[in-house]
């Protein structure tokens, strides 16, 4: 039978293109209907990347697909965290265990591999493609492209058009959808630390760097080409915000005070500051997730902010447990829809929670005493007995087969735990000889 259907996918992201190249290996006809033109045929436009950090859950569906040798050829590992303080010193906070990274990957070079992957597999991607109307009774997609209307029916259709989808725009009229939004007070702008003279990375190739600056931060992340893509995540409101830097000597004080070591490294400070759009930053929920053979997917059923790095991880993890449940109920569509909602939606409501806890330990904490002592100690737990504790962000980032919303769970029971050995008295100096069994014991109780 699924040699015969036929899907119609609504988004070449990344999550499309990859779920394209899935299903066209089910055998099934796969017609995918982009709005934007061919990113293979323009040129690159910079301001609203923001680099992607690839984790273990997304490495999973790449080498269930045979993409992994030539994606690691386009990745940089990022081992840890380097903070960068205000007067330029360093820190540098390791990521799990040794050997465990996530990786800094171009999102533009990403996709475009994904969308040659699908077109060898069979897919047929239509560019320039607006979809304008969605019947869910008749499973029909109504698209204007190239200023004339055109209809495509199939037998599934599937949203992966990202988190101001069109398909979920219509689902939000009908009957009993539930839908919210949430913008955080924060906006992001790209800038960019180029590489050095003869082509070398000035800042440590391997880690992410991070500026926390208490309610904002600037991040950055490893170019191939010796470069580092930098965000500044920054209020729209207030003082210090995007509102109050209303002019190029405002933009270079701010940093010069909060950012000094960054701003000598990026020439072309001021024409990316004013160049590169301030772009905001959205939480999605909705449910359900499917009408009738209508499925939205990825960012258009679950946007997250980027906090966590999962939102291109969690849609990769969307399409591999959607493949693994095609298996599970031999491409039996009307039992694997429900199942594939019902499975995933509390696993993107626990990513989405753990990705503004996230934001708030990267600006606020991770420069913190406190914080960095605590994560000591949980080091040493993770340490001495790695399957019985493992650190929340090493279950969310490097446990691809723990659940998000069992990771979230765990985690909770944990920061309990650690929230009382936190009490104990001159911790900071006895810490190394806490009773580390008996702290483990108690995740049992």
Request: aromatic share 12%; with cysteine.
């Amino acid at each position: 039978m699924s040699n015969k259907k036929s899907i119609a996918l609504v988004g070449a992201g990344l999550v499309g293109s990859l779920l394209g190249i899935y299903l066209a290996k089910r055998g099934y006809k796969v017609n995918i209907f982009e709005k934007r033109p061919d990113m293979r045929k323009q040129e690159y436009q910079g301001g609203r990347s923001i680099n992607l950090a690839l984790s273990n859950r997304g490495w999973w569906p790449l080498k269930e697909l045979g993409l992994d040798k030539i994606a690691k050829s386009m990745i940089i590992p990022m081992k840890g965290r380097m903070m960068h303080d205000d007067s330029g010193q360093l820190t540098f906070q390791q990521y799990g265990k040794q050997g465990e990274a996530i990786n800094s990957i171009s999102r533009g070079g990403l996709n475009e591999l994904l969308m040659n992957e699908a077109e060898k597999a069979g897919v047929t991607i239509h560019f320039d493609a607006s979809l304008t109307e969605v019947d869910f009774e008749n499973t029909i997609i109504s698209y204007s492209q190239y200023q004339k209307f055109k209809k495509f029916e199939s037998d599934i259709i599937i949203g992966s058009d990202g988190a101001f989808s069109a398909v979920r725009k219509f689902m939000e009229v009908t009957d009993r959808f539930s839908y919210s939004q949430h913008f955080i007070e924060h906006g992001y702008k790209e800038l960019t630390i180029p590489a050095g003279r003869n082509g070398e990375f000035l800042l440590d190739k391997n880690a992410l760097h991070i500026w926390p600056r208490g309610n904002y931060m600037l991040i950055a992340l490893p170019n191939p080409d010796g470069s580092f893509t930098c965000t500044l995540f920054f209020p729209y409101e207030g003082n210090p915000s995007f509102s109050s830097v209303v002019s190029d000597n405002d933009a270079v004080e701010l940093f010069k005070k909060d950012f000094p070591d960054a701003l000598e490294l990026m020439p072309s400070f001021i024409e990316d500051y004013n160049t590169n759009p301030t772009s905001s930053l959205v939480t999605v929920k909705c449910y359900p997730w499917v009408r009738n053979k209508t499925l939205i997917i990825g960012d258009a059923s679950h946007a997250i902010v980027p906090f966590y790095g999962q939102g291109m991880n969690s849609g990769f993890e969307d399409c591999r447990v959607l493949n693994q449940l095609l298996d599970d109920y031999n491409d039996d569509w009307d039992v694997v829809l429900p199942k594939f909602q019902q499975l995933r939606k509390p696993d993107a409501d626990a990513i989405s929670d753990l990705a503004m806890q996230n934001f708030i330990e990267m600006r606020d904490l991770v420069g913190d005493e406190q914080f960095l002592l605590r994560k000591k100690i949980e080091a040493r737990l993770y340490e001495w007995y790695p399957h019985k504790w493992i650190p929340l962000y090493s279950m969310v980032t490097f446990k691809e087969k723990v659940r998000y919303s069992e990771a979230l769970q765990k985690g909770k029971v944990q920061k309990n735990i650690m929230d009382e050995v936190m009490r104990k008295p001159n911790v900071e100096n006895a810490w190394e000889d806490l009773d580390f069994s008996s702290i483990v014991a108690e995740l049992n109780t």
